[in-house]
């Protein structure tokens, strides 16, 4: 079968049956059964295929997802999450949205240390969006700067994801991390810079409610009762990571007990919570871990049939200025990130991609910068980016594919902005790795 | 009677996925304890951390079935009228159950072949393989009959309103 | 003309990769119009692990893995593991042989090559290596990242607190102090940037790799002889050749070590024949149970012995 048909075949199953409203795991799994048996000789491949999701199920780079929900998950049941924000909200005064660039900041704080894009964004979710709405913070408030910190955690150090990338391109490992540092702070800028317009487009996206004024004696009350507990857990976990008693993947499971610990010492832990909050980071675990298990072999099934790689063959085959094959490659990347995972994009593209962008006279950092980029991009883009599933798994019951959607896409926006503003000025990414 | 039994069985599989997330917290943080004490953490730590969730997703997902809680996509189901949305709506169910029944089928043939062949999961130990493929049939089995509650039951898979639904 | 569909364990990236790649090729060059290797991919198109088991199913027809990928179904492959010569010589004195059968036997696959020999593994340690009185290398306090190949030598023999970490997690996990020291092969190091923190490599080295690559034994048997007889012939060249040019990576490798510093602590004669001998009796005492589970039994285990390892 030629590539595109093999392609057409591929990504027309999934859509079809995911558009007449199967549930995303099971449409992936009968798009594998469909694509086994046709590319994989029959019966035999079916049983590849359970082989593989057995393969990618026990995966211990799976351990952080579930523990970081349940950490988010503890501190929403147990009433922590609301006590904390119930004095950041009245440590800030009346700056329009000041939740939501609590959101922005600790997001980035918490992507320089977890790596990991999904269980920032489960922890964040199940954290701060129940709060937010039940403040009468309008949904994509509270949703579009979650899904836009998730990406950071790829780009800003560490990052598991930028080491592999690194590894199999060939590349200054050391390099490509310091690299992402300015342009993940210039991306958390901007997205401050979304918020605010947002405010001012709209005074009701955020609630426009009063807050007395505090003497300096209560704030420091509120900052030392409320607030200092909350983030030393999360200072404690960074500290640990860096002084080397844990890796990033292990500082999931001491989140979660430092907000046990805490939950014990504020009185707050009831059997009722703990419950919930198993049941809870359960639920989403599960979803999105059936969805992994369907698309692992999904992924392998366009790379073994062909099709992938044809489709990067193709793209790079025309004889284009650099930039536009640049542009070709970006689109190469974001079209597979809605339908493969990632460490299978780098393997598949890193080959053909990192090659071409050295003839083109691309620096192999910055272009490592912009292959990282892309899939920041594609781990968030409507329709099946894997974030925005994680994101209905924690959202609000009533939260609806619309809101989650139009939440993204200013965050899109901003690091397509990015992209723009590396290529203008390669310096944000190769200034400070050059110094 | 038989249907009592088998909700608790379809419960007991939920509570022992929860267990099992419980379990990924316990071997991280004692793994690390012991490591950093000094101590060589048990190696079944690691790798039971890695059956876990193997274990914690095949037998929960039963569970999330009935609960509704596996997200799907609400773009033609929603556009319909009420008569033709019954209609796909189970015929989805259908097609669901269709899928879990193949793997339940193709599952338990390796799980066979895996007895037969004294197939072993190679990590830290050389464990039985069948131990952990034997997941496979019980959990698409169980995902089969959830399913076709939502064929023949009175209780339909998609709601009607636009949206991604968990 | 026959074809034959191949996946390879590890990304195209890795130089063992290449290797089998330069095979495919001169495979392709010298069976023009008789028979043909179609690469699909590594393991983004079928998973490291599954590969084993696609090719015994014939999802795939031809792998090119590691034996100790498919450990579960051959204990035997830790013959090759431990074995210290190369494959030029385990082919001339039938030890491949030996394996290829044993393969057909319990797997349903064809042992087409044992390729990328000549390599061993070294110890690698971020701190100078402690050595006792009599000379043995001292590991209490070593944090030692490990794998399911070394781990029986690492921990029975050397005491030492192995740490299991995938190898995608290692480099950051150097950089914090988590692990100090890892066992690896002798190329490869640079790839992975490892050596930013690891300065001693231990001599002697240990081990040899063990990267083969299996067919399908239906479709071997479906094959023409012509067919056959060229893949054979181009894979018995390739044993040799891909030694050869390894054994020159290696020395380049070092060379390059050497001039950024790295320092190579080479334990004295007892202390390493004590050290190698340990590495190998704990590995073989471990095949040797696992043979005697299965229904084969451990009839082969002497000569194994005996054609991969000279004393
Ligand atoms: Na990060
Ligand atoms: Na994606």
Redesign the interface.
């Known amino acids: 079968m030629e590539w595109y048909s093999a392609l057409a075949l591929l990504l027309g199953s999934i859509l079809l049956l995911m558009a007449i409203g199967m549930p995303v795991a099971l449409a992936f799994l009968a798009a594998n059964i469909v694509g086994a048996w046709i590319f994989m000789g029959g019966a035999k491949g079916i049983t590849l295929l359970l082989n593989n999701g057995f393969g990618g199920l026990t995966n211990y780079a799976l351990v952080p997802i579930p523990l970081f929900l349940l950490m988010g998950e503890i501190f929403f049941h147990t009433g922590l999450g609301a006590r904390m924000f119930n004095a950041i909200d009245k440590l800030l005064g009346k700056l329009p949205g000041r939740l939501s660039y609590v959101t922005v900041m600790g997001g980035t704080a918490f992507a320089t240390l977890s790596g990991s894009s999904m269980g920032s964004t489960a922890l964040l979710g199940s954290l701060m969006v129940p709060e937010m709405t039940a403040r009468g913070y309008k949904k994509h408030m509270s949703i579009g700067p979650i899904l836009g910190t998730g990406g950071l955690a790829i780009i800003i150090p560490p990052s598991a994801l930028a080491v592999l990338l690194a590894t199999l391109a060939k590349i200054d490992v050391g390099a490509l991390l310091i690299a992402g540092i300015v342009p993940g702070l210039v991306l958390a800028c901007l997205y401050i810079g979304v918020i605010f317009l947002q405010t001012k487009l709209d005074p009701h996206a955020a609630p426009p409610y009063e807050v007395e004024a505090l003497t300096f004696g209560q704030k420091m009350r509120l900052l030392m009762g409320d607030v200092l507990p909350m983030i030393s857990v999360m200072v404690l976990i960074v500290i640990g990571m860096v002084a080397g008693f844990m890796t990033p993947s292990e500082a999931a499971a001491f989140g979660a007990l430092g907000v046990l610990i805490l939950a014990l010492l504020f009185r707050c832990l009831t059997w009722e919570a703990m419950k919930k909050s198993v049941i809870g980071a359960l639920r989403v675990t599960l979803m999105a871990y059936l969805i992994v298990f369907g698309s692992a072999t999904f992924s392998q099934l366009l790379a073994f049939s062909g099709a992938s790689s044809g489709l990067i063959d193709w793209a790079t085959s025309f004889d284009l200025a650099p930039i536009a094959m640049l542009m070709v490659m970006f689109s190469v990347l974001l079209l597979l990130g809605m339908f493969m995972e990632q460490i299978s994009m780098m393997l598949l593209t890193v080959p053909i991609f990192f090659p071409l962008a050295a003839t083109l006279g691309f620096d192999p950092i910055w272009f490592g910068i912009i292959v990282l980029l892309a899939l920041e991009i594609s781990f968030t883009t409507p329709p099946f980016g894997l974030l925005l599933f994680v994101m209905k798994g924690v959202a609000p019951k009533d939260t609806t594919m619309r809101d989650i959607y139009v939440s993204a896409f200013p965050y899109i926006g901003c690091s397509m902005l990015l992209v723009a503003l590396l290529i203008a000025f390669p310096q944000i990414a190769l200034w400070l790795p050059g110094l | 009677m038989i249907g009592k039994f088998y909700r608790g069985f379809l419960y007991l599989m ?1 509570g022992v ?2 267990f099992m ?2 379990w ?2 316990f071997s ?2 004692t793994s ?1 304890l012991m ?2 004490a ?4 048990f ?1 079944w730590l ?2 039971s ?3 876990a ?2 274990y ?3 037998l ?2 039963p569970w ?1 079935v009935r ?1 509704k ?9 929603a556009a319909l009228p009420a008569p033709a949305r019954r209609v ?2 189970r015929g ?1 169910a259908a ?2 159950v269709l ?2 029944v ?2 339940a089928w ?2 338990a ?2 799980f066979l072949g895996n007895i037969a ?8 130990y ?1 464990f039985p ?1 069948w131990i ?2 034997i997941a ?1 049939p019980v959990s698409f089995g169980l995902m089969a009959i959830e399913f076709s509650r939502f064929v023949f039951g009175k209780d339909l ?2 709601s009607g ?4 639904h ?1 | 003309e026959d074809t034959l569909t191949a996946v390879h364990a590890f990304p195209e990236s890795l130089i063992y990769t290449k290797s089998f790649l330069e095979f495919v090729d001169k495979v392709n060059t010298a069976g023009a119009g008789v028979v043909k290797i179609e690469v699909r991919g590594g393991p983004e198109a079928i998973g490291m692990f599954q590969q084993p088991d696609a090719v015994r199913e014939g999802v795939v027809d031809m792998v090119y893995t590691p034996g100790s990928f498919y450990a579960g179904a051959l204990p035997e492959k830790d013959a090759l593991v431990t074995s210290n010569i190369t494959a030029v010589e385990a082919r001339a004195n039938g030890g491949i042989a030996l394996i290829d059968e044993i393969h057909q036997e319990k797997m349903g696959v064809k042992y087409l090559g044992w390729f990328d020999s000549n390599v061993c593994y070294n110890l690698w340690t971020r701190d100078e290596p402690k050595l006792d009185a009599n000379g043995n290398l001292d590991v209490s306090g070593l944090k030692l990242r490990g794998n399911a190949v070394y781990n029986a030598f690492f921990t029975d023999y050397l005491g030492a607190q192995v740490i299991d970490l995938p190898t995608t997690e290692v480099y950051s996990a150097l950089e914090k102090g988590v692990v100090d020291a890892t066992g690896w092969t002798q190329i490869g190091l640079i790839d992975l940037k490892w050596n930013e923190f690891l300065n001693y490599r231990i001599e002697p080295c240990f081990f040899s790799t063990d990267l083969g690559t299996i067919i399908n034994l239906e479709k071997w048997n479906s094959l023409t002889d012509a067919s056959r007889q060229i893949l054979q012939d181009v894979a018995i060249a390739h044993e040799a050749e891909s030694a050869a040019k390894l054994g020159a990576v290696r020395d380049a490798d070092f060379a390059a070590l050497d001039a950024a510093g790295m320092k190579v602590v080479t334990l004295a004669p007892d202390a390493a024949a004590a050290y190698l001998a340990a590495a190998t009796q704990s590995t073989w005492d471990r095949m040797k149970g696992l043979m005697a589970e299965s229904p084969q039994g451990d009839g082969n285990y002497d000569r194994l012995l005996e054609l991969f390892y000279v004393k």
């Open positions: 939920a996925a929860g997330l419980i990924l917290m991280v943080i690390v490591r950093n000094g101590l060589q953490p190696a690691f790798t951390s890695e059956y969730i193997l914690m997703t095949m929960g997902a999330l609960e809680g596996h997200v799907h996509i609400e773009l033609v189901t796909v709506s989805v097609l669901c899928v879990c193949i793997l193709k599952g043939e390796l062949r004294n197939d072993l999961d190679v990590r830290a050389y393989k952990l493929t496979f898979m998609h309103e636009a949206g991604i968990e």
